[in-house]
């Protein structure tokens, strides 16, 4: 079934993420408009991507007080041992795209994991949703995507997440497999 | 003036920390024993250490509810323009004292910078104490201090914090610092 037909039957939620790229991949894979709420929610210090979700979801559901989704990503690498994980934000705002690249390079071991958990909850009850793709780290190529997209090349393809259209990254994403997984529970 | 006697000035207050290692590292600097609370701060996600320490403050007032220090520090990594920082203890966690080493030798930049802050509140005033110790990584040597110690060499000295004499580290380490910062300010 397509994400559309999936969409349709939907329960409603209110996505909460200060991310507008997230919100325009989150509508892409629907297939239709997603009510957003634009909060940054605080992240506690974790390399549990279960545990960080949990927390906002918390945080998310008693600020909007109706059903919420709320999406934890990151990117675990290989050459340290799934370091940063949920972190990434932060290596990210250091040393870039590149910088992330370059020292799984530096390091001999260029794979690396793309983690997304997507939760839903109203409240009482929650569904979690999670996606993953494997892949290997490069210097950056392509202008499409955000944050360390164009520096992750997905096993199998030639082209990193910077160089693929929309429909493809969707297709094959962390974020993409983690909807096409929530919907499949809810 | 000695920490010593300088201990004897201050004004009473609640080491709130779930660290055992930095509550002896305090009462070796101070010179006397320090009144402790054993809680694990909830840390928000950040690169900066004000805003870790100072959230971690507000909440062990919130807990204890007489006058407390608490503590937050890491390591910036001149290979990663600065991280992990405060987000060091998860690299820690992910490959250990010699896997942050390797991660800088392998990108060529050896230098990193220690960091200590040490926030005094009493709900109403704050005093911020602050310490930070230039140096090298180097693979592991010691088995003295804890954390990444043994990977740490301080410029100028030709053994890491890990094979420092407890006197010695605490008169040049970042932690060292940091508490002689505060009893001069409070």
Redesign the interface.
Same mark, same amino acid.
Request: hydrophobic share 40%.
């Given at each position: 079934m397509s994400g559309e037909g999936r969409a349709a039957a939907l329960p409603p939620f209110t996505l909460v993420t200060g991310n507008s790229d997230k919100r325009a991949e989150a509508e892409r894979i629907l297939g239709r408009a997603v009510d957003c709420a634009a909060i940054d929610l +605080? /992240? +506690?210090?974790?390399?549990d991507f279960f545990e960080v979700v949990r927390a906002k979801a918390a945080e998310a559901f008693r600020r909007v007080g109706r059903p919420v989704v709320v999406e934890e990503a990151g990117l675990e690498l290989a050459a &340290?041992?799934?370091? +940063?994980g949920p972190?990434v934000?932060?290596?990210l /705002? =250091?040393?870039g795209a590149g910088?992330i690249a370059?020292?799984a390079l =530096? &390091?001999?071991e260029p794979r690396a994991t793309a983690r997304c958990l997507l939760l839903w909850t109203d409240g009482a009850r929650e569904v979690v949703g999670e996606g993953t793709t494997v892949g290997t780290l490069v210097e950056p190529r392509g202008t499409s995507g955000f944050g360390w997209d164009p520096a992750f090349l997905p096993e199998g393809e030639e082209r990193t997440y910077g160089e693929l259209p929309s429909a493809d990254k969707d297709r094959l994403s962390h974020r993409g497999r983690a909807w096409r997984d929530l919907l499949a529970k809810l």
């Open positions: +605080p /992240e +506690p210090q974790s390399l &340290l041992n799934g370091f +940063p972190l934000k932060w290596m /705002e =250091a040393v910088g370059r020292t =530096a &390091l001999g």
